[in-house]
């Protein structure tokens, strides 16, 4: 099942500056897209969302960008910071299910 | 902060033995939801209940599985006869509505040996 593909299995970005990660979909059914965050031996923690009517929703330090036309959304964290390293899984829901990205382990160096 | 609440967090059991992994929703959601992750692969959609009854399931959520809300309170997901397959981290989630709003448990890790 690739209906949401995360094309980078891992991002190393140096404290403060920018981290950016990419989803990509292919099912345009899908009506919202969440970023989950996920620590080993923990459950996926929510992050933040963005309806498919929207293009833009910010909460924070993390910003979602939401492109239909392309079919692709990112998720911006800035200014990044050591504490976000973790696993971070995008994913689509599509009726009473999500469907998840492989993920992607952002490093944040200090 | 409400949480999902699962037990036990992890679980090793013979091949062939039935399991039941058990998950305390938070109290006013109305959806629930069982997903799983095999180490190194995608976190993976089980199951969707509401009303009491399953809304959607996956092709993985074969005969050999089964969920129930005994009591209003508890949300459980039994897999009959364990496969070595079974191994996994099980997942419970739960939401207000469908769409956005999930909240994870921090899972049971299922060894079948």
């Known amino acids: 099942d690739q209906q949401v593909k995360q094309n980078s299995p891992s991002l190393s970005v140096q404290e403060g500056r920018i981290s950016i990660l990419n989803c990509d979909y292919t099912n345009s059914m899908f009506d919202y897209f969440l970023w989950y965050k996920k620590y080993p031996a923990e459950g996926p923690t929510f992050l933040i969302s963005?309806?498919?009517?929207?293009d833009k929703n910010e909460d924070g330090r993390f910003t979602v960008f939401l492109n239909k036309s392309a079919k692709h959304l990112s998720l911006h964290i800035v200014p990044s910071q050591p504490g976000d390293s973790a696993v971070y899984f995008c994913a689509a829901s599509g009726g009473n299910k999500l469907v998840f990205g492989a993920g992607t382990i952002l490093r944040v160096k200090s | 902060e409400p949480e999902v609440t699962q037990t036990p967090s992890h679980q090793v059991t013979q091949m062939g033995q039935e399991v039941i992994l058990r998950c305390v929703p938070i109290?006013?959601?109305?959806?629930f939801y069982w997903y799983r992750q095999i180490l190194g692969q995608k976190v993976e959609f089980l199951v969707s209940?509401?009303?009491?009854?399953?809304?959607?399931k996956s092709e993985i959520f074969d005969d050999q599985f089964s969920v129930e809300r005994p009591d209003g309170s508890n949300f459980t997901l039994k897999i009959r006869s364990t496969k070595l397959e079974d191994s996994a981290m099980y997942f419970c989630?739960?939401?207000?509505?469908?769409?956005?709003?999930?909240?994870f448990g921090s899972g049971t890790r299922l060894t079948v040996v």
């Open positions: 963005i309806s498919s009517i929207k």
């Open positions: 209940f509401y009303n009491n009854e399953i809304s959607e």
């Open positions: 989630a739960s939401s207000t509505r469908t769409g956005g709003g999930y909240t």
């Open positions: 109290s006013n959601h109305l959806y």
